[in-house]
């Protein structure tokens, strides 16, 4: 597919994002190729997936596009999504419609710049890039770099923006922002504590390209702890 099939294709839909560490029960490329199976089923228009193996296994089991990550820490840096080029090279190995990474302006590990990030993967995969954000200025900045997509990932996750966040309840306003500032001329993603199909129906009236949801659909550990804690 080339980009405007991929990106029809994601149009007015909902991206599940089937992830799972790879200490947990889930966290094995053949249960989360089964569960992206029943998403698409369910109806699901695309996957979000992390580590290449993983993402083998989705693509073979189901015919959406696909959103390809690597998280790795690293001991002098914040930034997990795909921080380096070793992971976002091993992630362009899987073949990914997608790549997304932190698009944030963090200290990436051993000060790799994002812009040469984003130039290597240019010249080693034809995927599309998505640009991880937290803020209006970072989307901004996505833009000049050249991203295909841009996804609110990181708002509430990173040092600027974990006093906004507010519990299982999505950044309305930052999605709001990246709409009416780029929604001409780049595709937004609203993606991160995506609850209830209320918001999600809400977000989409908004305007965005599509929407992202993982553990409201696909970490039963974490809707378990959500009933635990409303019952206690």
């Not at 994601?10 to 029960?25: H, W, Y």
């Not at 070793?86 to 990436?108: F, G, M, W």
């Not at 790799?112 to 803020?135: C, F, G, H, Q």
């Not at 974990?162 to 309840?169: G, L, V, W």
């Amino acid at each position: 597919m080339n980009k405007n099939q991929i990106l029809d294709q994601i149009k007015g839909g909902l991206i599940v994002s089937c992830q799972a560490e790879k200490d947990e029960p889930l966290g094995k490329p053949e249960i989360l190729a089964a569960i992206a199976e029943t998403a698409v089923i369910g109806g699901a228009a695309g996957i979000r997936a992390c580590y290449p193996g993983n993402i083998v296994a989705i693509k073979q089991a189901v015919d959406v596009p696909v959103i390809g990550i690597y998280k790795k820490k690293y001991p002098d840096s914040d930034v997990i999504i795909s921080p380096t080029r070793e992971e976002n090279l091993a992630v362009a190995e899987s073949s990914p419609e997608i790549i997304a990474l932190d698009a944030t302006n963090r200290k990436r590990p051993d000060n790799e710049k994002l812009e040469d990030i984003v130039d290597k993967l240019r010249v080693e995969t034809n995927s599309l890039l998505m640009a991880d954000i937290d803020t209006l200025e970072n989307g901004i900045k996505a833009v000049k770099l050249g991203f295909d997509l841009i996804g609110t990932t990181l708002s509430g996750y990173t040092q600027a923006t974990e006093s906004q966040q507010t519990p299982y309840q999505p950044d309305f306003q930052l999605i709001e922002d990246l709409v009416k500032t780029l929604d001409d001329k780049i595709p937004v993603i609203a993606e991160g504590r995506i609850w209830n199909p209320e918001d999600a129906r809400k977000i989409m009236q908004m305007g965005v390209h599509s929407i992202v949801i993982g553990s409201a659909i696909t970490r039963p550990h974490h809707i378990t702890r959500r009933f635990v804690e409303a019952i206690k």
